[in-house]
């Protein structure tokens, strides 16, 4: 999970740095965070800043990032924070 959120706080830093059609698959297929929750503020953030400048490698991918969206959003074990349920 700590691996998942340092990935998700380069791709805020720095999104043309990765390869993202690399990095993209693997952070999506690891989310929702179960182990240590808190570090899916970050996955949350990233995947929000890509989808807000229109990312077009995560574009391709919107399918499993609506999947992953709709399974925190109805989540009941509190897997996002307020605040970041309300920021998604």
């Known amino acids: 999970d700590n691996a998942a959120g340092a990935v998700a706080r380069m ?6 740095a990765l390869p993202l059609a690399q990095v993209l698959p693997v952070l999506l297929g690891v989310l929702p965070l ?3 929750p808190e570090e899916n503020v970050p996955c949350f953030d990233a995947l ?3 989808i807000r400048s229109g990312d077009p490698t ?3 991918m919107y399918g499993k990032v609506t999947e992953i ?3 925190v959003l109805s989540d ?3 897997l996002l924070k307020p605040e970041t349920r309300t920021a998604a």
Do not use: E, G, R
């Not at 791709?11 to 043309?16: D, F, I, K, L, R």
């Open 48 to 50: 929000m800043a890509l």
């Open 76 to 78: 009941q074990d509190n």
């Open 34 to 36: 179960q182990d240590d």
């Open 11 to 16: 791709v805020v830093a720095a999104p043309q």
């Open 58 to 60: 995560l574009q391709q």
């Open 69 to 71: 969206f709709c399974t």
